[in-house]
């Protein structure tokens, strides 16, 4: 009796991450995980993960190779332009990078704002 071999995870995971709400979620677990600590080659990988996912299948191999280059570029930059840089990046991938309250910090009187969305950058 043969044991069954098991898939891969990779392809896996890239068709899961089709699914634009489920790569945003991907992402959101990966920014929130770190705990301020985020590992730069993590995040890497997690954005093109999606980008494999989102982006490459819509895209001539020219198109795909020069949105590759531009996120190594904004992930290399430091300052405030690389949030906004970001916010671009996913955007072309149908994506919005957004604040939002978190939830062990919650205002409790009635006028909070509450889990709304308190800011969205780059999408104007």
Do not use: C
């Amino acid at each position: 009796m043969t044991m069954p071999k098991s898939l891969p995870y990779h392809p896996y995971k890239i068709s899961n991450l089709k699914d634009p709400a489920h790569s945003a979620g991907y992402l959101r677990e990966i920014l929130e995980e770190e705990k301020g600590d985020l590992e730069l080659g993590i995040m890497r990988k997690a954005l093109r993960d999606v980008f494999e996912a989102l982006g490459q299948p819509n895209m001539y191999a020219e198109e795909a190779s020069l949105h590759l280059e531009k996120l190594d570029a904004l992930l290399s930059q430091n300052g405030s332009t690389t949030i906004y840089a970001l916010a671009h990046w996913l955007k072309v991938l149908g994506l919005k990078l957004t604040v939002a309250v978190h939830e062990g910090e919650k205002a409790e009187d009635e006028g909070s704002v509450g889990g709304a969305e308190l800011a969205e950058v780059g999408n104007v």
